[in-house]
């Protein structure tokens, strides 16, 4: 039997199943359930782990679980019996996909530093403490798609990109609009990546940087530092967290 993993984010479904990944976005017509019931097709599910940031959808999902008759452990429910030590301020309070990111590259040199790339970016430090990995805390900054969108709706005149131009290289010295912004909101985002990431390793004796999400894919290349980019982060975490569920 096989175990579903899910992953709910500001923007999307993420899934895994049987080494499958697969995305539908919020946005999309078709209906959830449907498409769970499709990814499933006949085959036995053991459990459904989750990770989600959306409690709404997190509730959507415990109803198709137990119509199903499909055990859920939702991870943010059981935070407090993880294998990761929380050091911060209010562990409940800090995203539960954040927390658990680190279990995937928990044998990498420490300290760990993971970016994730979604609607939000976070910078999420890890280090082991007394032998138990610990997540330290970070920062949080807006993604591409919100700083498109602050542009567009706090200014008279400034038009919404689309999302479709990522991946190109802009001129910092741009000749429209829509380049000018395009640019902008790229070097801003790979200028927060450079800075954090130099004091990781100058200030705080870094030793792996990890950059995940759907959005990680569009800098990667771009990052002057050394990384590994971990697109399905959060996902490949959950399948390892449950190899010691019991």
Known sequence: ?????????NSAWHFLL????????????MNIEEYIENLAGTKPIAR????????????????????HQWPLV???QIRDSLPIRISTNNPQQTGIDRIINGLAHQNAPM?????DMGTAITA?????????????GGLIAPGFRIMAESLNQKTAH?????????GQTPNIIAKDTMGAI????????????????????????GKTIIISGGGGAYFTGHCQFKHIFHEHLTLDSLAVLSHSYR
Do not use: R, W
């Not at 459904?48 to 119509?67: E, P, Y």
């Not at 430090?125 to 330290?136: G, H, K, N, P, V």
């Not at 400034?158 to 990522?166: C, D, E, K, N, S």
């Open 74 to 76: 939702d991870v943010g």
């Open 111 to 115: 300290p760990l530093l993971i970016f």
């Open 158 to 166: 400034l038009p919404l990109i689309p999302l479709g131009q990522l």
């Open 182 to 205: 395009y640019g902008g909101i790229f070097y801003q985002i790979l200028g927060f990546l450079h800075y954090v990431a130099n004091e990781f390793l100058q200030q705080q004796n």
């Open 48 to 67: 459904v782990f989750l990770a989600s940031v959306v409690g709404h959808k997190s509730d959507i999902l415990a109803i198709i679980c137990q119509k």
């Open 1 to 9: 039997m096989n175990n579903l993993y899910v992953n709910i984010g």
């Open 18 to 29: 049987d080494g499958q990944y697969s995305t539908l976005p919020h946005d999309s017509p």
């Open 124 to 136: 999420n430090f890890f280090d082991m403490m007394e032998d138990q990995l610990t997540f330290m």
